[in-house]
């Protein structure tokens, strides 16, 4: 399984679309490849114990719902990646980041409406 990464999608009960699709990294191996692209990919920085991280969800699914494949949204728990909470000198959670070509181009911890991110991400995306 080296070199691969594993997805689970982030869904309610309604089946997994392109659009409706959220990425959960269980497997790092090429997160790195995910980011160093020119396709921006907001990365949320959570724990499963925080409990404003649990409301991010449905912020990003509508993100998602609006962008489509234009942009990748991740979600990576800290807690079992650690290495990359410390390199993107992540304090607090929730954060939110947007990433292109391997650079952050937007950084927000805390509660995030979707409105906020799509600014961001329309300034990127055609």
Known sequence: MAGMTSFIPAIDRHPVTASRCIL????MQTFESHIQGDKPVVVDFFAEWCGPCKLMTPVLREVKDKVGDRVTILKLD???????????GIQAVPTLAIIRN????WRKSGLTPAHEILEHLNLLIP
């Open 24 to 27: 959960y990294l269980i497997i």
């Open 78 to 88: 800290i807690d079992k990646n650690p290495q990359y909470a410390q390199q993107y």
């Open 102 to 105: 391997g650079h952050i181009v």
